[in-house]
């Protein structure tokens, strides 16, 4: 139901961590006082050289010329013009180092300076979005937006920050305007389908949302696109989507202004940035160049460790990502997500064991870790130890009831444990939850047709199952149940008609399946019911994610 590889995506991709940079504090006002230069306010003062002792040696260096230069044209009373550009290259490089605070009094000096040029209201509305101070933000990307109001990031941007507001009618004003000046903008599409959620105009989300996904395939789109289709209560699409899950916050706008921030940095910050955007686009090759460099420029960060290891899982190199997973685990031993991409990669593995010990650890770090719940559940399963998997489904549905797959997990864990009314009754409300799955619907009809209690069995309730479900798709396993179910309703000729079919359609069943069908045929024979819903080496017991 879901494959090892997606869930490393959907659960590593969507969870990464930014990059580690201190916030850096404004001091004293420069002593360069300006004379005899009409041009250039005597009221600018440059701040004090922020503290650049955590930076990267390479930014450290940067950081201290770029602001020699901005003092030097301070001392050299240069134009308004030429100043606006310093301050706001100085802020540029502070902003683009994360030290938010220090680049705040930078811009806002730019902008003094020029108050026409949107690009410094602009950076500083990222400024206090980074401060999470969105009340001003959101004036600045106005303010940015009056001076020009054709700028699409800007408006895909303040919509956002309208919807952390909560004022979604706001928002879709707003990127209302970016789809129209921007249809090809798969953020402008997913925001506003974002505010029409927030707004309850659900349908109207779904044909956002699926504009937004048309033009970008990423697992956040289809998260919420997910919950469009639950509120509009179409079960079955809902649960399609649902099944992937991503960080709303990495939709963000093709962004020349931000862009043009990366270029400044030669960090391991910057390319972690890089080898995240690779991700996204499925450039597995690049992906794992920028974050060796990454992690090469920032050993300590368990982020880039877990993310490289991310990227040399997605090209195939599980030895390498393995490393680059544990070497995430020794740096932060108490954080979850390299405890269970190490259980991924294991499961991959066929290590199951290893695999069951990483789940255990992520899910004691993190009791609402969904993922990891789902996927010791069905680890533990695999592995004969069914009565404690039952508690990590129910801890998946009890986080997320739409996941499907963990009631199925958890119904026929009761059939292992020979819990056969428990299992039913899990199935039936199964069945009714979603009806478009005909899973749920085939192993109800089993038990119902072939239980060894007999208090559960129901031949006729088996059959209309089937028929219904026969009716769109003809698999031998289908052809099996029905005839486990004319059995039960005592019609052995149909039943041995079924069951030839069965063996008849089943060519590439494994030799052990084909043993077992005959023997049922020989028992139809003699008149003789199944009471055996699945071989006990059925692979419905053993749940191994393909990939």
């Not at 850096?24 to 005899?36: F, I, L, V, Y």
């Not at 052809?479 to 486990?484: D, S, Y």
């Not at 179910?485 to 399946?513: H, S, T, V």
């Amino acid at each position: 139901m879901r494959t090892a590889v997606h869930r490393v995506c959907l659960v590593i991709v969507a969870s990464v961590l930014a990059a580690s940079t201190a916030a850096c504090g404004r001091g004293s006002a420069d002593k360069a006082t300006p004379s005899g230069n009409a041009s250039a306010s005597p009221s600018v003062s440059v701040p004090a050289l922020p503290d650049v002792s955590r930076f990267d040696e390479s930014v450290r260096e940067k950081v201290r010329s770029e602001y020699e230069t901005l003092v030097e044209s301070r001392r050299k009373n240069a134009s308004p013009q030429a100043l606006s550009e310093a301050f706001g290259r100085m802020g540029k490089l502070l902003l683009a180092a994360e030290a938010h605070e220090a680049s705040r009094s930078f811009f806002e000096t730019a902008q003094s300076l020029s108050r026409g040029d949107m690009r410094w209201p602009y950076y500083l509305a990222h400024v206090h979005r980074a401060l999470q101070t969105p009340d001003t933000a959101a004036s600045l990307f106005e303010e940015a937006h009056r001076l020009d109001p054709r700028n699409v990031p800007t408006l895909i941007w303040l919509g956002e920050t309208y919807l952390t507001l909560e004022r979604a009618a706001d928002a879709e004003r707003r990127l209302g305007l970016a789809t129209e000046l921007q249809p090809t903008s798969p953020a402008a599409w997913f925001w506003r389908g974002r505010a029409a959620l927030a707004m309850q105009d659900h349908a109207q989300a779904v044909r956002y949302l699926e504009r937004a996904l048309a033009l970008n395939s990423s697992p956040a789109i289809h998260y919420q696109l997910g919950l469009a289709y639950r509120s509009l209560g179409d079960r079955s699409r809902a649960e399609q989507h649902l099944q992937h899950r991503g960080d709303a916050a990495s939709i963000v706008p093709d962004d020349p202004l931000m862009d043009s921030l990366r270029g400044m940095l030669d960090s391991g910050a910057a390319y972690l940035t890089r080898g995240l955007e690779a991700i996204d686009r499925r450039d597995w090759a690049a992906a794992v160049a920028n974050l060796r460099t990454a992690s090469e420029r920032s050993p300590g960060d368990a982020a880039v460790h877990l993310n490289l290891g991310t990227a040399l899982f997605l090209s195939g190199d599980r030895p390498a990502a393995r490393r680059a997973f544990e070497t995430a685990v020794k740096i932060a031993p108490d954080l979850p997500k390299p405890r269970y991409t190490l259980g991924l990669v294991a499961e991959s593995d066929l290590r199951d064991r290893e695999a069951i010990e990483h789940f255990t650890a992520a899910v004691r770090l993190d009791p609402n870790y969904l993922e990891a719940h789902a996927s010791l559940a069905d680890a533990l399963r695999r592995n004969g130890q069914v009565d404690a998997s039952l508690a990590h489904y129910l801890r998946v549905l009890a986080l997320n009831p739409a996941v499907s797959q963990a009631r199925f997990g958890y119904a026929i864990g009761l059939v292992r444990l020979g819990r056969f009314r428990d299992a039913r009754d899990s199935l039936r409300e199964a069945v009714a939850m979603y009806p478009d799955q005909p899973g749920f619907a085939h192993a109800l009809a089993r038990i119902l047709a072939a239980a060894p209690d007999d208090s559960v069995r129901d031949g006729a309730a088996a059959v209309r199952l089937t028929d219904k479900l026969l009716e769109s798709n003809r698999t031998w396993t289908l052809l099996e149940t029905r005839a486990m179910a004319a059995a039960e309703m005592g019609r052995f000729e149909d039943a041995l008609k079924w069951q030839q079919a069965a063996i008849e359609e089943a060519g590439n069943a494994p030799p052990a399946a084909t043993a077992h069908m005959r023997e049922i045929l020989s028992g139809y024979r003699r008149g003789v019911p199944c009471r055996t819903p699945w071989r006990a080496d059925d692979a419905i017991f053993s749940p191994r994610p393909s990939g």
